[in-house]
């Protein structure tokens, strides 16, 4: 049970959840936008957020977008994570889904509501860091469309009063060889130690990583060492990365980069492999 009381609102379109929000505010409200709940739900029965109102988007249509249009697939920010896996249209992220939580869960999990977490792996984020997705973004200014890469700044997509609303991928990236692998320290719908996603185009192979940092990243160092196929430079790559390591319950700094180095050492040998 949520131990406090809180004004919930609807809205059927973007320019009304803007409207709510800045009226809300300009009162003096604490106010959290809404999409799958499961994270808002569990903190705050735990105590560790309080609100005056949620604004929940589910129902905006341009949320629950998810269509191939052109040579871009569109996925909006509410769709869940089950019907991303079931939908099949970027088979990478499908891949990476299906490792998030339980089926029970990701039934109410939406795409949005993963990456704009609170929690340390937002591993829905890789496959849009590797294909230079943009993201569609709603805020008190009006409605904003850029490169992931370009808005996403040390583990942070938006800003207090924005809530996403789509990503859009060109469709090659969604036909591309891909390799995701995924080390828990038990049961596989765990948290991640290392969660790390990789694409290949050509001679180029792009790497993603959840679990190494407090945030997901795209890892330019450790590409650069593939697009020269040189895995001699890695003990100082991985050595650069070794202040930014998390060290916690789960796994210590020395293991996670262990685990990254056998990751990276398989990809490299799986180079093409789907």
């Known amino acids: 049970m949520i131990p406090f009381n809180f004004a919930y609102f609807k809205p059927s379109n973007i320019e009304d959840a803007m409207t709510h929000y800045k009226e809300l505010t300009a009162d003096g409200n604490k106010v ?44 909006g920010a509410s769709c869940t994570l089950s019907s991303l896996i079931n939908d099949g249209a970027f088979p990478l992220l499908a891949h990476v889904a299906k490792g998030i939580a339980t089926q029970t869960e990701r039934n109410k999990i939406t795409l949005g509501g993963n990456i704009a977490s609170n929690l ?24 904003k469309q850029d490169p992931i890469n ?10 207090e009063g924005e809530f996403i609303v789509q990503f859009i991928t060109k469709r090659k990236w969604t036909t591309l060889p891909f390799i995701h692998l995924r080390k828990t320290k038990q049961s596989h719908i765990n948290y991640p130690i290392i969660s790390l996603a990789a694409v290949t185009d050509k001679s180029e192979t792009r790497i993603a990583i959840s679990g190494l940092r ?10 650069t060492i593939f697009q020269k196929d040189d895995l001699g430079h890695l003990d100082d790559t991985l050595a650069s990365l070794n202040e930014s390591t998390r060290s916690d319950f789960q796994a210590s700094k020395k293991y996670r980069q262990f685990i990254l180095r056998t990751m990276l050492e398989e990809i490299q040998s799986m180079k093409g492999v789907s």
Do not use: H
């Not at 996403?152 to 938006?158: A, E, H, V, W």
């Open 32 to 75: 959290y936008f809404y999409n799958g709940g499961t994270e808002f739900i569990s903190r705050a029965r735990r105590n560790e957020i309080t609100c005056d109102a949620v604004i929940d988007i589910k129902t905006i249509p341009e949320t629950n977008e998810l269509d191939m249009a052109g040579d871009e697939l569109i996925m």
């Open 120 to 143: 340390p792996y937002k591993e829905a984020i890789l496959p849009f860091l590797l294909s230079d997705s943009e993201v569609v973004i709603a805020g008190k200014k009006g409605i």
């Open 214 to 223: 407090d945030y997901p990243f795209r890892a330019v160092e450790l590409e």
């Open 150 to 159: 370009d808005m996403y700044q040390n583990g942070t997509l938006i800003k």
